[in-house]
């Protein structure tokens, strides 16, 4: 089970941290992603992290201002957000699979955590 916090209301050029942690386990085995929600909108990729953390995969709107990362006992993976605009307002998911290949894909992933949401004002 996964489980995503850190969300909350900023001013856009503002960070915020997510963290996924999952309960009973540790993320040592499975490859681990964010996926975001905005209102009226379909699910999108944001980010991904392999099974090793060495290899990490980034949504083009996201680039540059969003990191992802295990921390060294594999217990949470963190989603660093600097520079948040109004348009990065979703509610964002964690979510893992076993596996390193097709990342982005949402359908690739069997465990998803109940969502964290962030909303970015102008």
């Known amino acids: 089970q996964l489980q995503a916090s850190g969300g909350g209301l900023v001013q856009a050029g503002t960070s915020l941290r997510l963290s996924c942690e999952a309960s009973?386990?540790?993320?040592?085995?499975?490859?681990t992603a964010w996926f975001r929600q905005a209102p009226g909108k379909e699910r999108e990729f944001v980010a991904a992290?392999?099974?090793?953390?060495?290899?990490?995969e980034y949504a083009d709107p996201v680039k540059g201002r969003f990191n992802i990362a295990k921390d060294l006992r594999m217990e949470t993976v963190y989603l660093q957000m600097n520079s948040l605009k109004p348009e990065d307002t979703a509610v964002y998911y964690c979510?893992?699979?076993?596996?390193?290949?097709?990342?982005?894909?949402?359908?690739?992933?069997?465990?998803w955590g109940q969502g964290t949401l962030v909303t970015v004002s102008s």
């Open positions: 979510a893992a699979t076993i596996g390193s290949s097709h990342l982005s894909w949402s359908a690739r992933y069997g465990y």
């Open positions: 009973g386990g540790t993320f040592s085995t499975y490859s």
């Open positions: 992290i392999s099974v090793s953390g060495r290899n990490t």
